[in-house]
T-cell receptor, first 110, second 115 residues
Framework: GQQVMQIPQYQHVQEGEDFTTYCNSS?????IQWYKQRPGGHPVFLIQ?????EVKKQKRLTFQFGEAKKNSSLHITATQTTDVGTYFC??????????FGGGTRVLVKP | DAGITQSPRHKVTETGTPVTLRCHQT?????MYWYRQDPGHGLRLIHY???????DKGEVSDGYSVSRSKTEDFLLTLESATSSQTSVYFC??????????????FGQGTRLTVV
C-alpha cells in the first residue's frame, strides 16, 4: 500500500535559522497537503499542492511539490518560537485516501 | 473550526472490553477518516469512509471496525480492546475530491487508555 515517509523526525533549530523537512511517497499522488500540529492540539491544514513542480509560499514557509508528484518539501526561514510543533505531509491517492507521513517535530532554541 | 465532534474525549477501559468512539460532523462532507497517533508513528490511517455504508481499510485496521449509517456519523469500534490500542484517536473529514478542495479538518481527538 501507499507509504509516506518524512525526514527528519526531529529538528532542533536555533531561533532565526532556516530548516527544511522532506516528504516522499511510494506512489504518485493526486496532491500533497501539509499540516501543523501544536503540542496538545490537533492537526491543522496549512496548504495543498496539486501541480507537478508547484511552489507555494506562506510568509516564511515555502512548499514545493516534486516533478514526479512523489515528493515534497517544506522550508521555513528565520524560525520563530511560534513555529514550534509537528509538521506533517499527507498524500492524497485514489479514492481520496489520505496517508500521513510520520511528521517532523520542530523544537526552537531561543 | 469545522463542525466536527469526537466523543468521548477521554476514556479508560479494561483489556477485553468493547469500545466505540464516535465522530459527528455537521459539514455534510463525503469523506471521513479515523487515525491513531502514537509517539514516533505520526498519524496512521485505521479506516476511512467515502460515503454512507462505504468504508475501506487503512494501514492499521486489525482489531478495529467502523460503521457509517448516516453522512454525519462515523463510528470506530474496538471489538476487544488491547493495551496496544492505547492511543490518541483523531477523526477527520474532507470534501469531495472533484472540487479539488480536499483539505481535511480534524476533531479534537479522543485519548483512549486500555488498562
Amino acid at each position: 500500500g501507499q507509504q509516506v515517509m518524512q525526514i527528519p523526525q526531529y529538528q532542533h533549530v536555533q531561533e532565526g535559522e532556516d530548516f527544511t523537512t522532506y516528504c516522499n511517497s511510494s506512489t504518485t499522488l493526486s496532491n500533497i497537503q501539509w499540516y501543523k500540529q501544536r503540542p496538545g492540539g490537533h492537526p491543522v491544514f496549512l496548504i495543498q499542492l496539486v501541480k507537478s513542480g508547484e511552489v507555494k509560499k506562506q510568509k516564511r514557509l515555502t512548499f514545493q511539490f516534486g516533478e514526479a508528484k512523489k515528493n515534497s518539501s517544506l522550508h521555513i526561514t528565520a524560525t520563530q518560537t511560534t513555529d514550534v510543533g509537528t509538521y506533517f505531509c499527507a498524500g492524497l491517492a485514489a479514492g481520496n485516501k489520505l496517508t500521513f507521513g510520520g511528521g517532523t517535530r520542530v523544537l526552537v532554541k531561543p | 473550526d469545522a463542525g466536527i465532534t469526537q466523543s468521548p474525549r477521554h476514556k479508560v477501559t479494561e483489556t477485553g472490553t468493547p469500545v466505540t468512539l464516535r465522530c459527528h460532523q455537521t459539514e455534510n462532507h463525503r469523506y471521513m477518516y479515523w487515525y491513531r497517533q502514537d509517539p514516533g508513528h505520526g498519524l496512521r490511517l485505521i479506516h476511512y469512509s467515502y460515503g454512507v455504508k462505504d468504508t475501506d481499510k487503512g494501514e492499521v485496521s486489525d482489531g478495529y471496525s467502523v460503521s457509517r449509517s448516516k453522512t454525519e456519523d462515523f463510528l470506530l469500534t474496538l471489538e476487544s480492546a488491547t493495551s496496544s490500542q492505547t492511543s490518541v484517536y483523531f477523526c477527520a473529514i474532507s470534501d469531495d475530491h472533484g472540487t479539488m478542495n480536499t483539505e481535511a479538518f480534524f476533531g479534537q481527538g479522543t485519548r483512549l487508555t486500555v488498562v
